[in-house]
T-cell receptor, first 115, second 113 residues
Framework: DAGVIQSPRHEVTEMGQEVTLRCKPI?????LFWYRQTMMRGLELLIY????????DSGMPEDRFSAKMPNASFSTLKIQPSEPRDSAVYFC?????????????FGNGTRLTVT | SQQGEEDPQALSIQEGENATMNCSYK?????LQWYRQNSGRGLVHLIL?????REKHSGRLRVTLDTSKKSSSLLITASRAADTASYFC?????????????FGAGTRLFVKA
């Protein structure tokens, strides 16, 4: 099992540019979560999907953020336009049952720096 | 804030000593989990305790849950230098309408060899 795979590992971009983060969940998991981690705010849940359908996006900070899950093996988080305050580590995680009984499995994250 | 509360924020101990971390939350929960994060890596699941359980063991880990006080603790016995990491509690809340797993702010543990 390859685990949750995120790409890229690091992204450096200039303010105003579009950023796309990618995630491949563990095969067979039906829930996918996007988290953001910063020193100031810790780990924040941005959005989660169940069976490819967005269930709760109340944590998405602004309309500049959007997430899609076109199929069970791929999800993207897009920021357009990016701002310096978006700099953080973005984690994707997957689970078998929305975390109700089964734990979340995390990828190694994408460290985003917006200058 | 989405977060639960954890204390201490940081803990420094000698190898061989026990480490205790505490977590509190405010809502009803389905389960409570503890995760570990090494620097520059993703979180790794350690142990899950359901809301109707009071104590659980896994190797050198012992977790307790007190739903009346809305609190949990993680005990690492006979700590090792390799246990140096950040530890997070996470609680799953919600019902069939939607579930969320919310993370605490974490405790940074440093084990001195």
């Amino acid at each position: 099992d390859a685990g949750v795979i995120q790409s890229p590992r690091h992204e450096v971009t200039e303010m105003g540019q579009e950023v796309t983060l990618r995630c491949k969940p563990i095969s067979g998991h039906n829930s996918l979560f996007w988290y953001r981690q910063t020193m100031m705010r810790g780990l924040e849940l941005l959005i989660y999907f169940n069976n490819n359908v967005p269930i709760d996006d109340s944590g998405m900070p602004e309309d500049r953020f959007s997430a899609k899950m076109p199929n069970a093996s791929f999800s993207t988080l897009k920021i357009q336009p990016s701002e310096p305050r978006d700099s953080a580590v973005y984690f994707c995680a997957s689970s078998q049952d929305r975390g109700r009984i089964s734990p979340l499995h995390f990828g190694n994250g994408t460290r985003l720096t917006v200058t | 804030s989405q977060q639960g509360e954890e204390d201490p924020q940081a803990l420094s101990i000698q190898e061989g000593e026990n480490a205790t971390m505490n977590c509190s939350y405010k809502t009803s929960i389905n389960n409570l989990q503890w995760y570990r994060q090494n620097s520059g890596r993703g979180l790794v699941h350690l142990i899950l305790i359901r809301s109707n359980e009071r104590e659980k063991h896994s190797g050198r880990l012992r977790v307790t849950l007190d739903t009346s006080k809305k609190s949990s603790s993680l005990l690492i016995t006979a700590s090792r230098a390799a246990d140096t990491a950040s530890y997070f509690c996470a609680f799953n809340t919600g019902n069939t309408g939607g579930f969320k797993t919310i993370f605490g702010a974490g405790t940074r543990l440093f084990v001195k060899a």
